[in-house]
Nanobody
């Protein structure tokens, strides 16, 4: 499977963005999809992961309530709805595919190229 993240951009604090992670290749529905983000000068940080069927998700504690993940296996796409954005959310956002629900980046096998989200104050 190959992944491509999109939907990033510049938004004011308090605004919303929806990121997409589109997959090509076969067996998309067999993968757990995670979102991570990396701010300048910081380590890559777990955001959320969604199960293969989309019926469960694990969120970073600090983000639950503002971010919502969903997936459409018919469209081979995972979405990340981000609301009430803050300047601290500024980062490159990456989607990744793996076979284990985990917050650890090294456990994911395939990564998309990232999409930049910039939140202005």
């Amino acid at each position: 499977v190959q992944l491509q993240a999109s939907g990033g951009g510049l938004v004011q604090a308090g605004g919303s963005l929806r990121l997409s992670c589109a997959a090509s290749g076969r067996s998309f529905s067999s993968y757990i999809i995670g979102w991570f983000r990396q701010a300048p000068g910081k380590v890559r940080e777990f955001v959320v992961a969604i199960s293969q069927s989309g019926d469960s998700a694990v969120y970073a504690d600090s983000l639950q309530g503002r971010f919502t993940i969903s997936r459409d296996n018919a469209k081979n796409t995972v979405y990340l709805q981000m609301n009430s954005l803050e300047p601290a959310d500024t980062a490159v956002y990456y989607c990744a595919a793996g076979t284990t629900t985990t917050t650890m980046a090294f456990r994911y096998d395939v990564w998309g190229q990232g999409t930049l989200v910039t939140v202005s104050s």
